[in-house]
């Protein structure tokens, strides 16, 4: 049974049944503002000691994020689904009150029982957020909850005790600039297990297309009310499992990892607030894409960041270069060699070999008697210290407890009593500190890789045996920088900083990071990232054949075994959701030569003939165009942007980076002004019609794509023709490829 009222316009007649879920929204929400009222009364000054300071900072900072966790989502309503569980499948009682063990009643392929008079089922309301009722009575479940697990699973085939599935559809209305959007229900549509699973299929593919279809205005929304099944299986994955997802563009993949975020910090709250959680992104313009999905699932605490801001982010700032910490791209062939993980060899070796055997002893005066220590007494001291396996920079702190302790056996050894005071002044008596220099010098990352890389008889000694001539030549660094700040750094030099810092010093752990666009992390990348989670785990997310950098992997385990994770869990997602299957077959092309076969990882095959291949949960007719350009690229670029601006949503135009401002121009006189995407204060939010860089297209998504010049976009990089693959499966609804020049060979006879 279905109930469908289409408008939320007040004068329109509604059903009792909207009517009442209308009411229990509004209730809903009054309740939520009741649960913000009752924080931000919350007492919280104890007193103005200095102790009482800090603990009342502390709780400022705990009740901001309780609000911010609290906040309603405006423009989306506060459920989005119910369940009808069989009776005393939830609550142990006649009313919500009591929940029971989310177990499933029925097993695989129960008949549901027909309901008797009066037997109401257990009914529950679900949501981005716990709202609960003054007394205490759940009014709305978070979707993490166990029990709403049967939102997501449940099946004609599996019931888990569920009757009926509802599911609402809203409208957003806008209440002008000065007040916030709200949601309004407009319709649900209930979906009786008891069914054939075929027609459940069918059913749930039309509310999912419809979903995807609802057009885009601004940043990444979230998939909470229509997360499939095989992407909830991840989503709930337990924190211990190091999992990586293979899945071709659109299946969810970035979408799965915000959510899986979203469901740990549930779960396991108390251990990953202490630990931290961060979510690592190809560009910052991914980031500003995806910033709004975490708040909207009300999690507000967790970094969003990309490798490189990872990596600097504990860079004194006194050494950053003016520009910014990345001043250049680095040729692909020095790229490669320099992200390798034997890299990480050459500077533990040059790290290592800066240990100098004493050459002095050591005199510790003590009134009027004289302690010394000669080299054959220090040396053995430092050769046992380098061979223990201790981080270098506690190395010289340990050097300098056995230099005293030794020199405390002498003066023991003559009969002078010491105590713990006695060892800490002779481990801080000058001659001690300047021994310990000597002998362990002090270490920094970032002049140890600027010495290294400029020294090309240094380089030789730390990489005999590992980088050829050639290959040492490629990795030195242009110029003659005089210092950290004079360098320009580029992203696979400041990966090297990060090894030599670790080696220097081991770096916090996080409890768990999210990596997305995996494929493109060297392995020292992955050795960065893995480091920061010795004892957490990871979701790596990526797609093989969207890799573009020059050290992008052809082989997931190998990433994995980099990463520090060998026993990670290999997924593939292959259900497309984001574009139609026109578009996608037409990009499917470029993969036997972007990701031949032989070169697969572990993946299963898609079952479209090629094993990164998704297979598209949509078919769109029209969705695709492809038209070689009359008038020249630029005017009819801008014929095909207005043509896309003609329909619903966000319009994304793609180029090749260097094209795209002679693109702009035409835009702009042709009277379609249109913001660069990654411009300050320009995200994808910036307007309906926004310009692209191919290099930055990557993880993004919009309603209608306009690709120009396919063959500068292959040609641009070493990778181009991924880069390509990565562009053309941009587009939910239509793909418009404009082109003067002749189409790659795999995409011509479209
Ligand atoms: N279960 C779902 N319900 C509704 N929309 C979905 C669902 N799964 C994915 N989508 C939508 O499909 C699109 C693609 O999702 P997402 O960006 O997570 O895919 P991806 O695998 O990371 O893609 P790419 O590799 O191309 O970056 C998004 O708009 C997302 O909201």
Known sequence: MSTTVP?????????????????????????????????????????????????????????????????????????????????????????????????????PGAPAPAPAPGDEPDRVHIGRRHVHDPDGRPMVLDWRAPVCVAYYRASPSDRMGVRTRRRYGFTTLDRGPHAEPEAVLTAFEDEPLTV????????????????????????????????????????????????????APGTGKTAVGLHRVAYLLYTERARLS????AIVGPNRSFLSYIRDVLPALGEVDVRQTTVTGMLTAGLPERARPAAGWVRRTEEPAAARIKGRARMAEVLR???????????????????SRRWRLYPEDLRPL???LAGRGVAYGSGRELLSHRIAHAVLSLMESQGEACDDRTHEQVRRDPAVRSAVTAMWPKADPLKLVLGLLTDPDRLARAAEGLLSPEEQAAVLLPGRP???????????????????????????????????????LSPMQCRAVGRRCVSGSLTVLGDIAQGTSPSATTDWSTLLEHLGKP?????????????????IDFAARLLPSIAPVARRSRTGDAGSGHPFAPVSVRRAAGSLRVTPAVDGLAASVVDACRAALGGE????????????????????????????????????????????????AKGLEFDAVVVAEPAAIVEAEERGANRLYVVLTRAVSTLHVVHVRPLPEALRDA
């Open 196 to 247: 054939t699973p075929a027609e459940a299929d069918q059913r749930a593919g039309e509310l999912l297309s419809a979903e995807i279809e609802r057009p885009r205005t601004g940043p990444m929304r979230d998939i909470v009310a229509t997360i499939q099944p095989e992407q909830d299986d991840l989503v709930r994955a337990p924190l211990s499992t190091t999992l990586c997802v293979q899945g």
């Open 382 to 384: 430092l050769d046992e």
């Open 649 to 696: 949503g966000s319009v994304g135009l793609v180029a090749a980076d260097t094209d795209l401002p002679a693109l702009r121009e035409a835009l702009e006189a042709g009277g379609l002004p249109t913001p660069l995407l990654g411009e300050a204060d320009t995200g994808p939010d910036a307007g309906r019609l926004v310009a692209v860089p191919a290099s930055l």
């Open 567 to 583: 026993t990670g869990h290999l997924s593939v997602l292959n259900r497309g959701y984001r574009v139609p299957a026109q578009i």
């Open 482 to 520: 005089r210092g950290p700040k004079s360098a320009r750094w580029s992203e696979e030099d400041l990966a090297l900083v990060d090894e030599a810092a670790a080696l220097i010093e081991r770096p916090a752990g996080l409890g768990h990071i999210v990596v997305d666009e995996a494929q493109d």
């Open 274 to 277: 202490r630990s931290g959680v």
């Open 7 to 107: 408008s939320a316009d007040s004068a329109v007649p509604v059903s009792p049944g909207l009517q009442a879920e209308r009411d229990h929204l509004a209730a809903a929400r009054d309740a939520l503002r009741r649960m913000r009222e009752d924080v931000e009364d919350s007492e919280l000054v104890l007193g103005d000691v200095v102790n009482d300071k800090v603990t009342n900072a502390a709780l400022r900072r705990g009740r901001a994020r309780r609000l911010a966790a609290l906040a309603d989502v405006p423009g989306a309503p506060l459920f989005f689904g119910r369940l009808d569980f069989e009776p005393g499948t939830v609550f142990l009682d006649d009313g919500p009150d009591a929940p029971a063990p989310a177990s499933a009643p029925n097993g």
């Open 349 to 367: 070796r040059d790290l290592w070999s800066r240990l100098r055997t004493p050459e002095e002893p050591v005199v510790v005066r003590r009134g």
